[in-house]
């Protein structure tokens, strides 16, 4: 059974429309333990991924995107060049993982972070409740709820 993420980008660094353009990317740079043990361990090609614009005004879901491969060394670790670069990272303790993300759909326009913290059905949900993970699970309705806004052009 697929799993539902939220994914937090930059717009600025990387956009819903930038994935629109290349089609797929490595999700790189995650520098949180707990997110980094997501996806490492947990998401799997075929989840479903509520795409994010975080420090953007206003911050919120843009877009849908899919898992397209599981969890390997986030090459950006061991890239001396990378703002990413960890010396620790090796190719025995790699330390942080990426997935690929595949572009599913961009929203008319961005369900705001408001609109979130707004709706019946998403009180739960982790991004309204201050956390600042980049990659968070979703629940299954969660996630319906944030398509149904997204697609309404909310």
Same mark, same amino acid.
Request: avoid cysteine; proline fraction near 8%; charge should be negative.
């Given at each position: 059974?697929?799993?539902?993420?939220?994914?937090?980008?930059?717009?600025?660094? !990387?956009?819903?429309?930038?994935?629109?353009?290349?089609?797929?990317?490595?999700?790189?740079?995650?520098r949180?333990?707990?997110? @980094?043990?997501?996806?490492?361990?947990?998401?799997?090609?075929?989840?479903r991924?509520?795409? !994010?614009?975080?420090?953007?005004? /206003?911050?919120?879901?843009a877009?849908?995107?899919? $898992?397209?491969?599981?969890?390997? /060394?986030?090459?950006?670790? @061991?890239?001396?060049?990378?703002? !990413?670069?960890?010396?620790? *990272?090796?190719?025995?303790?790699?330390?942080?993982?990426?997935?690929?993300?595949?572009?599913? +759909? #961009?929203?008319? *326009?961005?369900? /705001?972070?408001? %609109?979130?913290?707004a709706? /019946?059905?998403? +009180?739960?949900?982790?991004? $309204?409740?201050?956390? @600042?993970?980049?990659?968070?699970?979703? %629940?299954? #309705? +969660? !996630? +319906? $709820?944030?398509?149904?806004?997204?697609?309404a052009? *909310?």
């Amino acid at each position: 059974m697929p799993r539902n993420w939220l994914m937090k980008s930059e717009p600025g660094v !990387y956009s819903i429309h930038d994935l629109r353009r290349d089609g797929r990317t490595g999700w790189e740079g995650v520098r949180n333990y707990q997110a @980094r043990n997501f996806l490492r361990d947990d998401a799997k090609p075929g989840d479903r991924v509520l795409f !994010y614009h975080s420090n953007a005004d /206003p911050p919120g879901v843009a877009g849908l995107a899919r $898992i397209g491969r599981a969890g390997y /060394p986030d090459p950006t670790a @061991r890239d001396a060049e990378s703002e !990413y670069f960890d010396p620790k *990272a090796s190719d025995e303790d790699p330390r942080w993982f990426t997935v690929d993300v595949e572009f599913e +759909e #961009a929203f008319p *326009a961005v369900v /705001p972070l408001d %609109t979130l913290r707004a709706t /019946p059905g998403l +009180e739960k949900m982790l991004v $309204i409740n201050k956390s @600042r993970l980049s990659v968070q699970p979703v %629940t299954d #309705a +969660e !996630y +319906e $709820i944030v398509v149904r806004l997204g697609r309404a052009g *909310a």
